[in-house]
């Protein structure tokens, strides 16, 4: 063979060898740079079916959220599933209004608002999203019996209840009480008033707080709700007169309360009756049957350092003293002079059913509902009455404490930025 054939021969080698070395190495780059970029990016979608999960994830390392074990997985996939009744009530009016029903573990309680619920004119024009804080499987039952109207549930995957062995729950080597961390080599941080945290106290405000954001900014049916959006919760009555009530309040919130940044169902004082008189009111944000708007929302969530920081395991006290006083100005509610819901109940909501010594009442109430409380009770023509002044949690209070622990704070401040959406819609208007 002649000398410059062996020559091409062992170049054209030579060249394949090359080849074959830089696809490897372009190989290996380009696997280590999707490794790398899959590791520091700041969101995620879930991968499950087409159109099942397309709530956007802050990815869970970037937020330090707590480690998911079995059941808060399987609750978080539960969170994706469509809403129940969809045969029964396929289309919605645009113009509905959302009721999100906030639930704990008083299945008595329970059983009663949703009768209550089942007489409102009107339900079945609505979508029903209901909240729990962990999951209890007679609370469950329940919710899967109504028939009544699109029902939608979902559950707090992070909620203390369902982390038995480790926090948000109960974690080996937490303070308790008021255990100095230092002598007793204990995590935690106290409250002001020296006490470490308790999970089931904790979990209300987490439960509210993880609830607001799912439901406005994570929830594939509400999520670009442009509307206004119903809170109860499971010891609020609601009277068959509610939605159509509310409907009106709405109606008239810009003409007759244009700085008004919510309706209400029933007064800001529980154990007020109403005044029964021929005139709107306008008074602080009440906690029973509230409605507000997207645009409302962003200036709750805008606040998030507040909420999350201020040493009070209540979030409606914490919405008073510190998160409305920083919006500059008073946060006034509007509302008809006949409640269109009341509390009832003697049960707290820290007082769990399977424990020793739980608090039962059976859910029995003696409300009455008139013949006023079956219709549309509000005027049109009616004036506005306007309170100034009120008592209750101002501006200045410290707190009741319950809320110290740094890990908590954490946890509020990750629920935050949890959900981003996709396509925000972007809502100007103020009423």
């Keep these: 063979m002649a000398p410059y054939k062996k020559t091409q021969i062992k170049d054209a080698a030579f060249r394949r060898y090359l080849f074959v070395v830089f696809v490897t190495g372009l190989g290996i780059f380009l696997l280590l740079f999707l490794l790398k970029s899959n590791s520091t990016s700041d969101v995620v979608t879930t991968s499950q079916s087409h159109d099942a999960v397309d709530v956007v994830f802050i990815k869970r390392q970037k937020l330090n959220l707590p480690k998911q074990n079995e059941l808060s997985i399987s609750l978080a996939q539960r969170n994706q599933l469509p809403p129940r009744n969809l045969d029964l009530y396929p289309n919605l009016p645009k113009d509905h209004i959302t009721i999100v029903l ?8 329970l059983k009663v608002v949703v009768q209550s619920l089942s007489q409102v004119v009107g339900i079945s024009e609505t979508l029903l999203v209901v909240s729990h804080d962990g999951f209890f499987e007679e609370m ?8 009544f109207c699109q029902v939608k549930q979902i559950f707090a995957p992070y909620s203390p209840h369902l982390f038995p062995n480790s926090f948000p729950g109960v974690s080996p080597g937490d303070c308790k009480e008021k255990d100095d961390p230092t002598k007793m080599h204990c995590t935690g941080n106290p409250d002001q008033y020296g006490n470490h945290r308790s999970p089931k106290i904790v979990s209300l405000k987490h439960h509210w707080w993880w609830m607001m954001n ?11 709700h442009q509307g206004h959006i119903l809170f109860i919760e499971e010891d609020h009555f609601i009277f068959p007169n509610a939605y159509r009530n509310l409907q009106i309040l709405l109606e008239l919130k810009p003409l007759k309360c244009p700085d008004c940044y919510a309706a209400n169902l029933a007064p800001y004082d529980v154990k007020s009756k109403g005044e029964n008189w021929d005139m709107l009111v306008a008074e602080r944000m009440g906690n029973i049957g509230y409605t507000f708007n997207r645009t409302v929302w962003r200036k709750i969530h805008n606040k998030a350092n507040e909420f999350c920081l201020f040493d009070e395991y209540n979030w409606d006290i914490t919405m008073w003293a510190t998160v409305y006083p920083s919006f500059g100005g008073p946060v006034y509610s509007l509302r008809g002079p006949r409640p269109s819901a009341v509390h009832f109940g003697k049960c707290g909501l820290h007082q769990g059913q399977d424990e020793k010594g739980a608090c039962i009442d059976n859910g029995v109430v003696d409300i009455e509902v008139g013949k006023i409380d079956k219709i549309p009770n509000i005027k049109p023509e009616w004036s506005l009455h306007l309170y100034k002044h009120q008592g209750g949690y101002q501006a200045g209070f410290k707190g009741w404490g319950g809320w110290g622990d740094k890990r908590d704070h954490q946890l509020c401040l990750a629920f935050a930025s949890m959900y981003l959406l996709a396509d925000s819609p972007s809502s100007s208007e103020s009423d």
């Design 102 to 109: 906030y639930v704990h573990n008083r299945p008595q309680y």
């Design 140 to 147: 469950n039952k329940i919710i899967e019996g109504i028939k």
């Design 214 to 224: 799912m439901v406005w900014d994570g929830l594939k049916e509400t999520r670009q």
